[in-house]
């Protein structure tokens, strides 16, 4: 493989640039050996011509082909090197928005400066469990490995996270915490988690601050140690902190600020505890304004406050020791603010009433005069005196500095002690994982010392890391037993020697320190001659005698010698400290007692070796020095720990998210070692694949003829074919190792391969589809001519067909005109006929019409005269008759003038008067009616009148008008007749010869007109068609509106619904863990008391738990424990998690019942309306029915026992008999008597039963008639029934006939009129209490009503805020009323249960006492001496489907039917839901003997018992699936026979006789429908753990055809499960499922559940599969998601084959289908992105913007989705109403319901099978 081959046109190269560090450029023109330029083009389009040295050769790096960019792993590139590295890494971070990047056994981590949803707990949930190389890099995953290799090796393990401030280290470390407290938390000690993740925000508040580079820069760092127990849950933890910046607390630089604590303090400055530190805002403090920068964006330092209170609280640190931290803290505010004046060069003071002073020894407890005292001087020590010293005020300022740095350093001290003491665990250890955070390698303008140690801890992890990867890479290859040559790696020790070696650095340093007159210029003239020509790498500036070079792996450095001594000695004034601790603040005194112990145990130590004085001086040891022993203490803790590393990148100065700066990416690269790790991989073979995945990718490059049956064989034969120098590659064990670079080339052939392959095929289907065009254009063409014939010989037989036509039309055209033109001159002479013959008629009516109006005039006159004569006469006589009339009357007025005055005519007139006044009086009032009503009549006759006049008048002005434009007419007329005359004379001449003309015209019009017409009339059809329709569809679009509102309003309860049902399910799944977790507790309490007692042996929990459960589970009541026992133990419990506990609980006890008293108030209002209904339907006819079958049943019973009766008799006084009958008086003879008389007594009452029944049957018939009318003349009369009594009838039963039994029936219609008396005297009570609360509630409702109308009047006038809330206020009244009315019910309802209970006891106990007294009567009766047996028919006994135990066989029962039980046996052979029926028969046989104890602990006991099962086998599927269905049959056993009317409903008749009668057991409905919902949810959780490993090997990893698409080159994280020997495909997983759906189908399940479980199966297999193909970007291919949809297929044909496709399952795959569908669509241009927008609809938009993203090429033919394009997708996704979150809930589960099945078994036909071992159950 020479040069030629690689350096070829088209072959992409980097050239070096100065901006972006690389430049893409490709070749024009081939290289060949011996050229001195390169012919290249730029990306742009520019031509350069590179230049090749001569001397060294050495081409441009090449480009790795387009097939391997964005690769997860830099090791899977080709060809390794800087350019390469940085575009990978520049691809991911860009164009994909990915943050990691695996390189090798590194981690890439580059800060996005961008909040991502990549760290939320479902993303946590699919890494747990992974392998490395399975998903997408991420902190994730080596946190997993971390995690799987501690588990695995029982190894230590350690992460150490490295990088730039600002780079994302802390965030880094802190979600790799997070991610250990998720996975490894247990159900108990989930506290331990929360105190482990609540030391960060403690460690940032006071060890982090603002930089120019980092808004949060960790300004210290930080080891932790997270410990483990043996099972691997997190038990405490350890932190060690290394080289906090103290300088910080002083100083500060522009644009930095002090660490946040301060900032926090002051911005709470406000809270009531922190008034007296007397603080104010950030620039009044030296320590926090220097910086000028005291607000961070997007930072609330108040909440950040709460925040790390609420840390400190929950780390067990109290809120005194908290208030005295933030003491101490203000008191170093106020310290900075001390002010030192200047009183001479050597002396200086501060004023004795400095505020800043007396609030800093206030806060601290000091004396402030002393303390001014110290802070300006100082005390010196000889041998013989001591002496004071004043300080200049440079002098006393730094020393003021020193003390609060010296306070802060110690407070940070004590809090992390104070941490690690909270973290620390009694548990023993097992293994630890540690987290370093440390600051990387650090060059500014001016490095000082703080940087001088980071970079000698950086080359320290950096030769640690560098033998690390060179010890993997050996194991590697000797794993493969591949020869290996020894790789140079670059190795720092030197470098490392030159700081930390004898006469290095750090200890001339030291020693420069212990001088009395040591200075920063002695000491560095000592260095310069020391290192400066011997030592490689240490230099001396040119321009400065001040600092010194190192030589760095990653750079060299120039450091300044100012400051460090210093800082090495870091001295604080002794004195200053002696006034210290005499505070009496308690805290301030613990924060040097370490100190003080320290120099104790120095002292002692030096007292046996030297002089005490001597030691004192050397006891204290120097900052370089205790950095030095700290990082030697580190690196031997990450030596003995397996190492992961992660190297956070800073990708920008700027903080502009998703911005990659190319020179300091590079910087970067080069400081943290990825380079150097790429560099000895690329030194080695960094190219390693398996041989089936070679064999699987270069496939096409081998004939039929190669290919053999060993996979390593065939490999190896196709490498010696294609590449002659064996030493670019090596054949090891299981892998082929390559160069760097070969992989490029085997592309290069692939690639060629399939480009030639690809032209074939072209050329082949060019052919094909050519030379179809050919024949399909041929064939065309014969079927245009055939056509073409056809029409011409058409046409020709046309034209002869219209020229004879044309003969005949003319014929007949011809014809018509004459005998038009003769029907014109008939019709003319006509007309002139009628118009002559019409005036000549009207003219002789004129004449005649003139004479007869002169004879009506003359008629008219002569009867008016006539009239005038006669009324003169009539005047004259009537004048004449008033006359006399009037005489008349003055004659008669006289006379009864007369009799008037006598007194009797008077009395006589009187008496008539009264009755004429009265008639008179009546008629008036008739009158007055009629005139009423004609008055009523009148004003309507007046109003018709009116209307009608009021028409008339409109019609005579109407026809005023027409007679005026009549007239006016008239008037017109002759001048229009002389004009028409003349018209007439002129037209006609032209009138002949247009006639012919108007005849055709008006033909013609008429015929238009009727087409007009018709046209019309069908338009207005059609228009009033349309009408109608547009009105029904108005209609159906109301219909429809009105649909789907309901629809909607359907959908959005059913959806509320099903999310309280979820929410209620996962409720009760957490108050039943709390519950096992309590009951665990108190287990392994009992189980440390008896080991305590019981020389203080372990024992094993679990084996405890389960002992104790399976007691419990047998036994219905548990013995208290013994009280001391438990205060001895109560000291050992964390009562925080107690306390929890039981509170949440009581939470969820509420909310449990609150959620039942809910569902059980809508079934009683189902089951109320359904009574109802069937009340309405069936009331008169059911009970008639049952009366008569009753009747009938009692009458064939009597006729029975007649028989019997009469065959005794007759075996009595037969005489034929072979033995003589018994004589009077002997036993035989009155054992006969006493049957006999008892069968008579039978008798009796069987004939007091029908008279009775008949007598009700009678009264039911007649009710039932009353109302219609053939019963209005049937009314009960009981009186006549007494004449149908004969009273000298002998009252002896023996002799009573029908009529006696007539009296039977008088007494039994007697005896029903008294009840139906008596319940209709109920009934009237009953109605009127009814009635009376109804008024009750009227009357409230009236109230309410008007008070909501005040109220709706009142808030009509408020706006609409105040409105609502004045709404949410008087609902809120309403609902607690009614809640407390409910509740007032509910009391009354109890009351009077418990008052019933009490009777039925009592009547129960009664009724035992009689039944005793009645055994003992007949038990004595009877004697020892031998009875003849007489033979009695009788009937077979019919069992009542009950089984008859003892109480005492409770347990036993359960253990051998539920403990002791094995599912497959029962569910194979017996009937399903065999248990359930037993059990079920047991609780009948309990409540028909009335035993309420019995009935409740086998309840219990059997809710308890299964509990048991479940927990011990919960994850064998076939225990879960049966005990399942046998909950839900006896939970549907209890509701079938529990006597409601809506389940009786679906019962046979003798099931209802079945029913239980004593007990109602609704309440045991809830506790059983409770534990069918654990056992379900158990049962999904074992199905889960089935399940999930199978899916992505099945849905996504396995291949059907296996490189026919191909598979990318991996890097060194290969895939665990990439090809396995035996490959889980779709198969094996469809046999998990048959084998799921067999199961519970032989169990019994109800259908409705198997659905419920086959969906939620369907959807657990959709969302692992998509939250994976989420998280893997190799899988984001087109081939994958054809693959995919083949996958889900099979799965859909499993579903129709088991007719299940109603399920909904099918639903939940459409995420997933939709994802293939997206994988596989054109993804170019904006109607592909509509498209996608349209298909996408079960998708995110998270979701699909990351498969997008994600998308991979798998070969060089397909096209990566442009960044554009899924721009537009989001623009087009954004008004979607969705969730934010990327990942499917795997673990989400569906609210599941159990819909009542009726079971068809009947009771009495069961039988118990010997195997149970059940023979102590007796079948009643």
């Known amino acids: 493989m020479a040069a030629s081959e690689l350096y070829s046109k088209?072959?992409?190269?980097?050239?070096?640039?100065?901006?972006?560090?690389?430049?893409?450029?490709?070749?024009?023109?081939?290289?060949?050996?011996?050229?001195?330029?390169?012919?290249?083009?730029?990306?742009?389009?520019?031509?350069?011509?590179?230049?090749?040295?001569?001397?060294?050769?050495n081409l441009p790096p090449l480009r790795n082909p387009n097939i391997l960019e964005g690769e997860n792993d830099l090791t899977a590139l080709s060809y390794l090197h800087e350019p390469a590295v940085l575009h990978n890494l520049k691809v991911r971070f860009i164009d994909s928005k990915l943050i990691y990047t695996y390189c090798g056994i590194v981690l890439v981590a580059i800060n996005p400066y961008e909040s991502l949803p990549i760290y939320e707990a479902d993303i946590i949930n699919a890494y747990s469990g992974q392998n490395m190389g399975d998903m997408d890099p991420h902190i994730f995953a080596v946190a997993e490995e971390a995690y799987k290799q501690m588990a695995r090796d029982q190894r230590n393990q350690s992460i150490i996270v490295s990088g730039e401030s600002g780079a994302g280290k802390t965030v880094s470390a802190k979600y790799a915490m997070r991610y250990f407290a998720t996975v490894s938390s247990s159900s108990g000690e989930t506290n331990v988690e929360e105190r482990v993740l609540a030391s960060s925000p403690i460690m940032e508040a006071f060890g982090n601050a603002k930089t120019t580079r980092n808004d949060n820069s960790s300004r210290f760092g930080k080891y932790i140690e997270i410990g483990f127990d043996k099972d691997l849950c997190i038990i405490g933890a350890n932190m060690r902190t290394y080289l906090?910046?103290?300088?910080?607390?002083?100083?500060?630089?522009?644009?930095?600020?002090?660490?946040?604590?301060?900032?926090?303090?002051?911005?709470?400055?406000?809270?009531?505890?922190?008034?007296?530190?007397?603080?104010?805002?950030?620039?009044?403090?030296?320590?926090?304004?220097?910086?000028?920068?005291?607000?961070?964006?997007?930072?609330?330092?108040?909440?950040?406050?709460?925040?790390?209170?609420?840390?400190?609280?929950?780390?067990?640190?109290?809120?005194?020791?908290?208030v005295e931290i933030y003491q101490i803290l203000s008191a170093v505010l106020h310290?900075?603010?001390?002010?030192?004046?200047?009183?001479?060069?050597?002396?200086?003071?501060?004023?004795?009433?400095?505020?800043?002073?007396?609030?800093?020894?206030?806060?601290?407890?000091?004396?402030?005069?002393?303390?001014?005292?110290?802070?300006?001087?100082?005390?010196?020590?000889?041998?013989?005196?001591?002496?004071?010293?004043?300080?200049?005020?440079?002098?006393?300022v730094h020393g003021r500095d020193a003390l609060a740095k010296h306070i802060y350093a110690r407070l940070f001290n004590w809090i992390v002690s104070s941490i690690n003491n909270a973290l620390t665990s009694a548990v023993k250890q097992r293994s630890f994982i540690g987290v370093l955070d440390i600051y990387g390698f650090e060059t500014f303008d001016v490095n000082s010392f703080e940087q001088f140690c980071i970079n000698y801890a950086n080359e320290k992890l950096q030769q640690q890391f560098n033998l690390h990867v060179f010890k993997l890479e050996q194991e590697e290859y000797m794993k493969e037993e591949i020869p290996w040559t020894l790789i140079d790696f670059y190795d720092n020790q030197p470098c490392i020697n030159l700081i930390e070696a004898k006469l290095g650095i750090l200890d001339l340093l030291d020693e420069e320190c212990k001088m009395p007159k040591g200075s920063d210029d002695t000491w560095a003239q000592k260095l310069y001659n020391t290192h400066l020509k011997q030592n490689t790498y240490f230099d001396k500036p040119r321009l400065s005698n001040k600092a010194f070079i190192i030589h760095h792996f990653a750079d060299k450095v120039e450091y300044q010698c100012v400051g460090f001594l210093e800082k090495n000695k870091d001295t604080v004034n002794e004195e200053q400290i002696n006034v210290l601790k005499k505070s009496k603040f308690d805290l301030l005194l613990k924060l040097f007692e370490d100190e003080e112990k320290t120099k104790v145990s120095t002292n002692?130590?030096?007292?046996?070796?030297?002089?005490?004085?001597?030691?004192?001086?050397?006891?204290?040891?120097?900052?370089?020095?205790?950095?030095?022993?700290?990082?030697?203490?580190?690196?031997?803790?990450?030596?003995?720990?397996?190492?992961?590393?992660?190297?956070c990148i800073k990708p920008n100065d700027i903080k502009t998210p998703f911005t990659l700066d190319p020179v300091r990416a590079v910087q970067q690269l080069r400081a943290c070692g990825v380079l150097e790790t790429i560099r000895i991989s690329a030194a080695g073979f960094p190219s390693r694949w398996t041989y089936q995945e070679f064999f699987g990718r270069y496939r096409v490059l081998m004939k039929q003829k190669e290919v053999l049956p060993d996979r390593k064989q065939t490999c190896k034969n196709l490498m010696e074919k294609l590449i002659k120098d064996q030493q670019k590659y090596q054949f090891g064990k299981s892998k082929i190792f390559f160069r760097a670079g070969l992989v490029a080339y085997l592309e290069k052939l692939r690639s060629d391969k399939l480009r030639s392959a690809c032209v074939s095929i072209q050329k082949t289907i060019r052919c094909w589809l050519a030379r179809g065009k050919y024949l399909r254009m041929r064939e065309s063409a014969i079927i245009i001519q055939k056509h073409v014939r056809a029409h011409q010989a058409r046409s020709y037989v046309k034209f002869l067909r219209q020229t004879k036509a044309a003969v005949v039309i003319q014929r007949n055209m011809r014809m018509w005109s004459k005998k038009r033109c003769f029907l014109q001159q008939r019709s003319a002479a006509v007309t002139i006929q009628r118009v002559w013959r019409g005036h000549m008629a009207r003219k002789q009516y004129f004449k005649l019409l003139h004479e007869h109006k002169a004879v009506v005039i003359q008629k008219a006159v002569r009867g008016w005269l006539a009239k005038q004569r006669f009324r003169r006469s009539m005047k004259a006589v009537i004048l004449l008759q008033s006359c006399v009339r009037r005489m008349m009357a003055k004659k008669e007025l006289k006379k009864l003038k007369v009799e008037a005055r006598s007194v009797e005519h008077f009395k006589k007139l009187n008496i008539g008067m009264e009755n004429k006044i009265m008639q008179l009086q009546h008629k008036i009032n008739e009158q007055h009616k009629e005139h009423g009503e004609l008055t009523e009549r009148l004003s309507v006759l007046e109003k018709t009148h009116t209307t009608e006049r009021e028409k008339q008048c409109r019609d005579i002005e109407n026809l005023r008008r027409s007679e005026q434009e009549a007239r006016a007419k008239a008037e017109t007329v002759p001048s229009l007749l002389e004009q028409l005359s003349f018209l007439q004379e002129e037209l006609e001449s032209s009138r002949r010869e247009k006639e012919d003309l108007e005849v055709q015209t008006k033909t013609f019009k008429e015929r238009t007109q009727e087409t007009i017409h018709e046209l019309n009339m069908k338009n207005n059809l059609l228009n009033s068609n349309i009408e109608e329709l547009n009105e029904e569809f108005s209609i159906q679009a109301q219909q429809l509106k009105e649909v789907k509102t309901n629809l909607e309003n359907t959908k959005q309860l059913e959806k509320d619904l099903t999310e309280e049902r979820s929410r209620y399910q996962n409720l009760l799944s957490e108050h039943l863990q709390l519950e096992e977790r309590h009951k665990d507790l108190q287990e392994e309490m009992s189980v440390s008391i008896i080991?305590?007692?019981?020389?203080?042996?372990?024992?094993?929990?679990?084996?405890?738990?389960n002992s104790s459960e399976f007691s419990q589970s047998l036994s219905s009541t548990e013995d208290e424990h013994n009280p001391t026992a438990e205060d001895k133990v109560q000291t050992k419990v964390d009562l925080p998690i107690l306390l929890k506990q039981q509170k949440r609980v009581k939470e969820l006890e509420k909310e449990n019942r609150s959620l039942w008293q809910q569902l059980d108030k809508k079934e009683e209002a189902q089951h109320e309306k359904a009574k109802e209904v069937e009340k309405q339907t069936t009331a008169g006819r059911t009970e008639l029915d049952v009366e008569k079958l009753k009747r009938q049943e009692l009458e064939s019973e009597n006729k029975k026992l007649k028989q019997d009766l009469s065959e005794l008799r007759k075996s009595l006084t037969s005489e034929n008999s072979d033995m003589a009958p018994p004589a009077p008086g002997s036993l035989p003879y009155n054992i006969l008597l006493e049957q006999l008389s008892s069968s008579n007594e039978e008798l009796e009452m069987r004939k007091e039963e029908v008279l009775l029944l008949r007598s009700h049957m009678v009264r039911q018939e007649a009710l039932k008639h009353r109302g219609s009318v053939l019963g209005e003349g049937v009314k009960l009369d009981l009186g006549e029934i007494h004449s149908f009594q004969d009273p000298d009838r002998s009252t002896d039963i023996h002799t009573l006939n029908e009529d006696g039994e007539l009296w039977l029936a008088y007494e039994g219609l007697k005896e029903t009129n008294r009840l139906l008396e008596t319940q209709m005297q109920e009934q009237e009570c009953l109605h009127s209490e009814k009635y009376r609360k109804l008024e009750e509630e009227m009357n409230k409702l009236r109230t309410e009503k008007e008070q909501q109308q005040k109220l709706l009047a009142q808030s009509l006038l408020l706006p609409d805020d105040a409105r609502v809330e004045a709404s949410l206020k008087h609902e809120i009244t309403r609902l607690t009323t009614e809640n407390l009315e409910r509740m007032e019910q509910q009391e009354n309802q109890d009351k009077t249960i418990r008052k019933l209970k009490k009777q039925l006891k009592l009547y129960m106990k009664k009724v035992e006492d009689l039944e005793a007294s009645s055994h003992q009567i007949i038990g004595s009766s009877v004697t020892s001496t031998p009875v003849r047996p007489v033979h009695i028919t009788r009937k077979e006994k019919e069992f009542q489907g009950m089984l008859e135990f003892k109480e005492g066989d409770t347990s036993r029962l359960l253990k051998n039917l539920v403990i002791d039980l094995k599912p497959r046996g029962v569910a194979v052979s017996f009937t399903p839901g065999l248990p359930a029926f037993i059990i079920f028969m047991c609780l009948r046989y309990a409540d028909n003997v009335n035993d309420d104890r019995r009935l409740s602990t086998l309840l219990n006991s059997t809710i308890s018992s299964i509990k048991g099962v479940i927990k011990k086998k919960g994850n064998d599927f076939e225990v879960v699936s049966f005990w399942l269905a046998n909950t839900c049959r006896l939970m549907h056993c209890l509701k079938q026979y529990s006597g409601d009317e809506?389940?009786?409903?679906?019962?046979?008749?003798?099931?209802?006789?079945?029913?239980?009668?004593?007990?109602?057991?609704?309440?045991?409905?809830?506790?059983?429908?409770?534990?069918?919902?654990?056992?379900?949810?158990?049962?999904?959780?074992?199905?889960?753990?089935?399940?999930?490993?199978?899916?992505?090997?099945?849905?996504?990893?396995?291949?059907?055809?296996?490189?026919?698409?191909?598979?990318k080159p991996t890097g060194l994280r290969k895939r665990s499960s990439n090809f396995p020997e035996e490959a889980v495909t779709v198969e094996v997983l469809l046999q998990h499922l048959s084998f799921f759906h067999t199961t519970i189908n032989q169990h019994g399940m109800d259908s409705d559940i198997i659905k419920q479980v086959v969906r939620q199966q369907f959807y657990i297999i959709s969302a692992v599969t998509l939250n994976n193909l989420l998280l893997r970007k190799d899988m984001c291919s087109w081939g994958k998601g054809l693959q995919i949809r083949y996958n889900v297929w099979q799965l859909e044909e499993w579903l129709a084959e088991r007719k299940l496709t109603d399920s909904g399952a099918k639903e939940t795959l459409d995420p997933l289908i939709q994802a293939a569908q997206l994988l596989q669509i054109k993804k170019n241009t904006e109607a592909d992105a509509q498209a996608i927008c349209s298909m996408c609809s079960s998708l995110t938009t998270a979701q699909i913007v990351k498969i997008l993203t994600l998308y991979t090429p798998v070969i060089e033919f397909e096209e990566r989705v442009s960044n554009a394009f899924i721009i537009t997708i989001k623009n087009l996704l954004k008004g979607r109403d969705e969730s934010s979150s990327l990942m499917m809930d795997a673990k989400k589960i569906f609210s599941v319901t159990f819909p009542f099945t009726p079971s068809s078994v009947a009771l009495e036909t069961i039988q118990i099978p010997t195997s149970l071992n059940l023979g102590f159950l007796i079948r009643v």
């Not at 001390?338 to 009433?353: F, G, N, W």
């Not at 019962?1547 to 209802?1552: E, G, H, L, P, Y």
């Open 10 to 57: 088209n072959a992409h190269v980097w050239l070096p640039d100065a901006a972006d560090v690389w430049k893409s450029a490709e070749l024009l023109k081939d290289y060949t050996p011996g050229d001195l330029t390169l012919s290249l083009q730029l990306e742009d389009g520019t031509a350069v011509e590179h230049k090749i040295d001569p001397k060294t050769k």
């Open 1091 to 1105: 080991s305590s007692k019981c020389s203080h042996q372990r024992t094993d929990s679990n084996y405890s738990s």
């Open 604 to 647: 002692k130590f030096s007292g046996t070796t030297g002089k005490a004085g001597k030691a004192q001086k050397d006891t204290k040891k120097t900052v370089g020095l205790q950095f030095r022993q700290s990082l030697h203490l580190l690196m031997d803790t990450l030596n003995a720990t397996t190492p992961h590393y992660v190297r």
């Open 1542 to 1607: 809506v389940f009786m409903v679906h019962n046979t008749a003798k099931q209802n006789e079945q029913s239980l009668a004593n007990f109602e057991l609704s309440e045991y409905h809830q506790l059983f429908g409770d534990l069918a919902i654990q056992i379900y949810r158990q049962l999904i959780k074992s199905m889960e753990n089935i399940l999930i490993p199978l899916i992505v090997p099945c849905m996504l990893e396995h291949e059907t055809v296996q490189g026919v698409l191909g598979s």
């Open 244 to 322: 906090l910046e103290k300088s910080r607390v002083v100083f500060q630089a522009h644009g930095e600020r002090n660490y946040h604590i301060f900032y926090q303090l002051c911005a709470s400055s406000h809270l009531p505890e922190f008034k007296t530190f007397k603080l104010g805002c950030p620039d009044d403090f030296c320590c926090t304004n220097q910086g000028q920068s005291p607000v961070i964006d997007g930072v609330n330092d108040a909440k950040d406050m709460s925040n790390t209170r609420r840390a400190f609280s929950l780390l067990g640190i109290g809120e005194s020791d908290q």
């Open 335 to 396: 310290l900075s603010n001390v002010d030192v004046k200047d009183q001479s060069a050597d002396r200086c003071s501060i004023l004795p009433d400095n505020s800043h002073l007396m609030v800093f020894c206030e806060l601290m407890g000091v004396p402030c005069e002393e303390m001014a005292h110290w802070l300006c001087h100082r005390k010196l020590q000889t041998t013989t005196e001591t002496f004071v010293k004043s300080f200049s005020k440079a002098n006393a």
